[in-house]
């Protein structure tokens, strides 16, 4: 469903160039991402926006190309085209998000493209991004209304969709799900369900077996909900106490075995380095441009 367009290349040939200038120094790389990122959110910003791409593609490998480049949409989906401004402070926040990966990471697990729209339907509902099945691509909605009020959904959406990715890369869908399946096996568990029943007709605690309300449809999205509240510090911080202060032993261990699956899953994709210690840091939005250098 995605072609490369003839944007597309042109742009891969002067990556060969940038990748050679962005590893001269790392103080360097430190200085244009500041000064890309303060551009995009100041009033000239349009200058910025081929800088940015530019740099995004230099440092994680990632084009971000014309909306138009997605080719046949999905069966069902319909997009609008983002304006300047839009683009702008997308790639702004995609810039502050996509530095949390340690550098060769992105470039690793099977993510090449983040196409932006400004806004996204699949029917009657409004998306906030999709993954691509089988193209190493995202798209991701992004639009005034996220930028003024809505700033924390779209990191989360990013990082979710991003998380969609690497497991279609390492090809392990299937074989998570059967583990996290598993997880609720035992009788007088919820179990995933597509199709909720209605929510008066389900125990009070029935969500917090999952990572959230939209993880209880299958594991898939549970996953990419754990990958969400991981990856952007506040949420994490709320995870984590809401782990803690969980009462229920029996939700306490289901939560716990996903937890240490979702550790495992970063770690192994990272090569080790996102560790412990590297998640102890972004809990305390300690990553920065050069935390990995
Ligand atoms: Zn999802």
């Not at 990471?105 to 339907?121: A, E, T, V, Y």
């Not at 009657?124 to 924390?152: D, K, P, Q, T, W």
């Not at 996903?258 to 809990?283: I, N, P, Q, V």
Request: with cysteine; hydrophobic share 35%; glycine share 6%.
């Amino acid at each position: 469903m995605v072609n490369v367009s003839p944007d597309a290349k042109r742009t891969i040939n002067r990556r060969n160039f940038l990748i050679g200038a962005a590893t001269l120094s790392a103080g360097n790389v430190l200085a244009t991402y500041d000064r890309i990122l303060s551009g995009l959110l100041g009033t000239e910003y349009t200058h910025c926006i081929d800088e940015a791409k530019e740099y995004i593609l230099a440092r994680h490998g990632i084009e971000i190309p014309k909306p138009a480049s997605i080719g046949t949409l999905p069966k069902g989906l319909s997009v609008t085209e983002p304006n300047k401004y839009e683009l702008s402070r997308g790639l702004g926040l995609v810039m502050e998000e996509l530095i949390k990966y340690p550098p060769l990471f992105l470039r690793q697990n099977g993510i090449k493209k983040i196409i932006f729209f400004s806004s996204i339907w699949s029917d009657e509902e409004r998306l906030m991004g999709f993954a691509s099945v089988s193209e190493e691509c995202i798209a991701m909605c992004y639009n005034a209304e996220f930028f003024e009020h809505r700033r924390e959904e779209y990191r989360r959406a990013l990082h979710h969709e991003l998380y969609h990715r690497f497991e279609r890369f390492h090809n392990s869908v299937e074989s998570e799900n059967g583990i996290w399946k598993d997880f609720h096996s035992q009788d007088g568990y919820p179990q995933y369900q597509i199709y909720m029943p209605e929510e008066n007709e389900l125990p009070d605690n029935y969500f917090s077996y999952f990572s959230s309300k939209y993880g209880s449809t299958e594991p898939i999205e549970d996953r990419a909900g754990f990958a969400e509240q991981m990856m952007v510090s506040e949420l994490y911080i709320k995870l984590l106490d809401r782990i803690q202060s969980e009462g229920d032993r029996q939700i306490l261990k289901i939560l716990l075995q996903k937890y240490e699956a979702m550790l495992g899953y970063y770690r192994e994709w990272s090569g080790g380095l996102m560790d412990l210690s590297f998640w102890e840091d972004l809990k305390n939005d300690r990553i920065t441009e050069g935390y990995f250098n």
